[in-house]
């Protein structure tokens, strides 16, 4: 089964608040609309970058645990020692994936990621 791309048109992600915990699902849907996917001996990497000049503000990797798989879907992961430092605005975003047998394809097209500056803590 192929995957179907996400676009900014299904799903933007939305709602980062600089310093606090963060926890986001973002569902996979294969081409034939099936959203129950096998995700054994895959690994997934996604990044926020700024709109303007594309510098790297959050990476996301299921190496370190900051990416999950559950069942067919994908959570990414952030603690708020890692959001602290973020600066409110909206930001591009896109995630790759290494199949088991090492292919590596970006499977979520850019979109928006907005990032709120939330309360000092």
């Given at each position: 089964?192929?995957?179907?791309?996400?676009?900014?048109?299904?799903?933007?992600?939305?709602?980062?608040?600089?310093?606090?915990?963060?926890?986001?699902?973002?569902?996979?849907?294969?081409?034939?609309?099936?959203t129950e996917f096998d995700f054994t001996g895959w690994?997934?990497?996604?990044?926020?970058?700024?709109?303007?000049?594309?510098?790297?503000?959050?990476?996301?990797?299921?190496?370190?645990?900051?990416?999950?798989?559950?069942?067919?879907?994908?959570?990414?992961?952030?603690?708020?020692?890692?959001?602290?430092?973020?600066?409110?605005?909206?930001?591009?975003?896109?995630?790759?994936?290494?199949?088991?047998?090492?292919?590596?394809?970006?499977?979520?097209i850019p979109d928006v990621f907005e990032i709120i500056?939330?309360?000092?803590?």
């Open positions: 089964m192929a995957f179907q791309y996400i676009t900014e048109k299904t799903y933007p992600i939305y709602n980062m608040v600089a310093g606090d915990d963060w926890r986001k699902l973002v569902p996979v849907v294969q081409s034939d609309g099936s690994q997934a990497l996604a990044q926020v970058r700024k709109k303007i000049d594309g510098s790297l503000i959050i990476e996301f990797d299921s190496y370190d645990g900051t990416i999950e798989f559950s069942g067919g879907d994908i959570f990414l992961i952030a603690d708020k020692d890692d959001t602290v430092g973020l600066l409110s605005g909206d930001h591009v975003w896109d995630c790759q994936f290494q199949d088991p047998w090492g292919f590596r394809r970006t499977l979520i500056r939330g309360a000092t803590k």
